[in-house]
């Protein structure tokens, strides 16, 4: 086994590797102009993002549809949980619209679990894409899609839109999920992926560190991966929302990110983005053009 730098979280104060960079700029203004105009709701400020000055400051957001309330209570995340009453049929075009108002050359776009919706707000996803694409033709989209809870026919409708990516991240390694994803399965994640990819996909996924996983468990989950069709993995370092989520377990160190990311390529990956500030939409312009 490799044995590579751990930080605990013994220590209070966060390593100096996990600074960010504070939101200013003209292009910053600009983009939270547009969102707030059209009462658009984004990852980057409901998910406590550390990117979100670097990617505003370069004019890109990642747009979050079928509101803002979750059905789900993962123990990792920002996003408010409860019974979501916001559906709005209109979204799609605002979303688009706002793309294109922005300029944006690749587009991100993820959403909240809609468990309670039949479709599992597939529709919306579905149009959210096809009108993107017709405003923006040369714009290209990830979308990055929670769980369907094994309803395929949504996850068709989902997918088949044009997005050049499809994103589905599994977030930590199969033993942590009772405790960091207890509405969520390993398993029906790993099929997900796979049937992304049979679709004819570029997937992708996504793993938080500092959880308490293994080395070895990091190892079998790209196994896992590779063996369900996954192209591209990110991974970065797990920040505690709030005192009420999941504790952080493990500061990792830079080397030991850079350590993943040459194993998962060694293990089959065709992309890995790996470092303590990485999150799925990370550098996402440059995942669109990895080789299916």
Same mark, same amino acid.
């Given at each position: 086994?490799?044995?590579?730098?751990?930080?605990?979280?013994?220590?209070?104060?966060?390593?100096?590797?996990?600074?960010?960079?504070?939101?200013?700029?003209?292009? $910053?203004?600009?983009?939270?102009?547009?969102?707030?105009?059209?009462?658009?709701?984004?990852?980057?400020?409901?998910?406590?993002?550390?990117?979100?000055? +670097? #990617?505003?400051?370069?004019? =890109?957001?990642?747009?979050?549809? &079928?509101?803002?309330? #979750?059905?789900?209570?993962?123990?990792?995340?920002?996003?408010?949980?409860? @019974?979501?009453?916001?559906?709005?049929?209109?979204?799609?075009?605002?979303?688009? +619209?706002?793309?294109?108002?922005?300029?944006?050359?690749?587009?991100?776009?993820?959403?909240?679990?809609? *468990?309670?919706?039949?479709?599992?707000?597939?529709?919306?996803?579905?149009? %959210?894409?096809? &009108? %993107?694409?017709?405003?923006?033709?040369?714009?290209?989209?990830?979308?990055?899609?929670?769980?369907?809870?094994?309803?395929?026919?949504?996850?068709? @409708?989902?997918?088949?839109?044009?997005?050049?990516?499809?994103?589905?991240?599994?977030? =930590?390694?199969? @033993?942590?999920?009772?405790?960091?994803?207890?509405?969520?399965? $390993?398993?029906?994640?790993?099929?997900?992926?796979?049937?992304?990819? *049979?679709?004819?996909? @570029?997937?992708?996924?996504?793993?938080?560190?500092?959880?308490?996983?293994?080395?070895?468990?990091?190892?079998?989950?790209?196994?896992? &991966?590779?063996?369900?069709?996954? *192209?591209?993995? =990110?991974?970065?370092? $797990?920040?505690?929302?709030?005192?009420?989520?999941?504790?952080?377990?493990?500061?990792?160190?830079?080397?030991?990110?850079?350590?993943?990311?040459?194993?998962?390529?060694?293990?089959?990956?065709?992309?890995?983005?790996?470092?303590?500030?990485?999150?799925?939409? $990370?550098?996402?312009?440059?995942?669109?053009?990895?080789?299916?």
């Amino acid at each position: 086994m490799i044995e590579l730098p751990v930080i605990t979280s013994e220590r209070k104060k966060r390593p100096d590797w996990l600074r960010v960079k504070l939101p200013v700029g003209p292009e $910053y203004k600009k983009v939270r102009t547009i969102v707030d105009t059209n009462k658009l709701h984004t990852i980057c400020e409901s998910g406590n993002c550390p990117n979100m000055g +670097e #990617c505003w400051g370069e004019g =890109t957001a990642t747009f979050m549809i &079928l509101g803002n309330v #979750c059905t789900r209570s993962c123990s990792f995340c920002a996003v408010a949980t409860g @019974r979501p009453n916001e559906y709005d049929v209109d979204e799609p075009r605002r979303v688009a +619209e706002a793309i294109k108002t922005m300029g944006v050359k690749h587009a991100v776009i993820t959403s909240v679990n809609r *468990d309670e919706l039949k479709d599992r707000g597939a529709e919306i996803w579905h149009q %959210t894409v096809v &009108l %993107t694409k017709e405003l923006s033709p040369s714009t290209t989209i990830e979308t990055l899609i929670p769980d369907t809870k094994s309803n395929w026919a949504a996850l068709e @409708r989902m997918i088949s839109a044009g997005q050049e990516v499809v994103s589905h991240n599994v977030e =930590t390694v199969a @033993r942590l999920y009772r405790a960091v994803r207890p509405q969520a399965k $390993y398993e029906r994640s790993l099929e997900q992926i796979r049937r992304t990819k *049979d679709f004819g996909k @570029r997937t992708k996924s996504g793993i938080m560190l500092g959880l308490g996983e293994t080395q070895d468990e990091m190892f079998q989950a790209m196994d896992d &991966l590779v063996a369900h069709g996954l *192209d591209i993995l =990110t991974l970065g370092q $797990y920040l505690q929302p709030t005192k009420m989520h999941h504790e952080v377990i493990e500061w990792i160190h830079p080397e030991t990110f850079a350590m993943y990311r040459e194993e998962g390529l060694k293990r089959g990956l065709k992309y890995v983005e790996s470092g303590p500030l990485v999150r799925s939409s $990370y550098h996402s312009e440059r995942h669109v053009n990895v080789p299916i």
